[in-house]
């Protein structure tokens, strides 16, 4: 991995990890349903006027498809499901959820390739949903109303980034910058017809507005742009280790910003995920062989 695309990887991490302040911020006020159109509407309007200046062309007619299962999977769905865990869980407890996206990925790579995971990958997994068990069974999460579906929503939103990265590694033909930009317009179009059944809880002030605006211009239209790049120059796995700095960066900012002081079952719970995700990856293997290069 070159340094630009290490530089990529820790902007990424610390963008990502802030996003969960952001969704606890806005959805007691929005909503998940209104806070997930913001925010992707946000982002598909910026995505447009860098296009513009870029002089860059979706070419919907040739990629529709790719926009709209990139759109459900990678954006619509996992902004739903973790907007709505964010009504419950800790900023902590939402980014260790959400590094278990390479788990999920292992799993369906095993599925795809009808053969079992090896030990190692294996171990990590049984780690990963051990830390995963922990962190549910936590006093920081287990004595709130509703956690028990928030920690299930969180798995979800991960099984879908895993599936999108996938789909996305396979479309290697599409611009990283369409990839995002189209499967931003599509997953704003996708959840649009549910605005009416869900309206804000109460009136957003100048602070909630100011943080739905940073998750859509900050954490999806400047963050997708990094993401697709990563995908296009190291491939879905590789670009899913940004899942390891995630949580570090989500713990700090949710003490920094939100006061949060997370226990020690959900710190174990962390390093747990963290661990398992490590071993499913391969990162211990590829560091004991430092002549194998990725990108």
Do not use: Q
């Not at 390479?102 to 053969?115: M, S, Y």
């Not at 211990?284 to 062989?289: G, T, V």
Request: with cysteine.
């Amino acid at each position: 991995m070159d340094i630009a695309s290490l530089a990529r990887l820790l902007i990424l991490g610390a963008i990502w990890g802030g996003s969960f302040v952001f969704m606890r911020i806005c959805v007691p006020v929005l909503g998940p349903t209104l806070l997930v159109e913001a925010r992707l509407g946000f982002g598909a309007l910026f995505l447009l006027a860098v296009g513009a200046v870029l002089g860059k062309h979706l070419h919907i007619r040739k990629h529709w498809r790719t926009y709209l299962l990139l759109g459900f999977f990678n954006s619509a769905l996992p902004f739903l499901l973790f907007a709505y865990a964010a009504n419950t869980l800790p900023t902590a407890a939402l980014a260790i959820l959400n590094a278990m996206a390479p788990i999920w990925g292992g799993l369906i790579t095993a599925l795809r390739e009808r053969a079992a995971p090896s030990a190692m990958p294996l171990a990590g997994m049984l780690l990963a949903i051990s830390g995963v068990i922990l962190l549910a069974n936590s006093g920081d999460v287990s004595m709130m109303p509703g956690a028990t579906s928030a920690v299930l929503a969180g798995l979800g939103a991960a099984l879908s980034y895993a599936i999108a990265g996938v789909l996305a590694g396979t479309r290697k033909s599409v611009d990283p910058y369409a990839n995002a930009h189209g499967s931003m317009w599509a997953a704003t179009l996708l959840v649009a017809p549910a605005l009416p059944f869900f309206p804000a809880h109460s009136s957003p002030d100048a602070h909630v507005v100011a943080a739905a605006l940073a998750l859509g211009v900050v954490c999806s239209g400047i963050a997708y742009l990094l993401y697709f790049r990563l995908i296009a120059d190291l491939g879905p796995t590789s670009a899913l280790t940004v899942t390891f700095l995630i949580p570090v960066f989500g713990v700090l900012w949710g003490v920094l910003f939100l006061d949060e002081r997370p226990g020690w079952h959900t710190l174990a719970g962390c390093v747990s995920v963290l661990l398992g995700t490590a071993l499913v990856t391969g990162l211990f293997k590829n560091r004991s062989r430092p002549s194998e290069r990725v990108g």
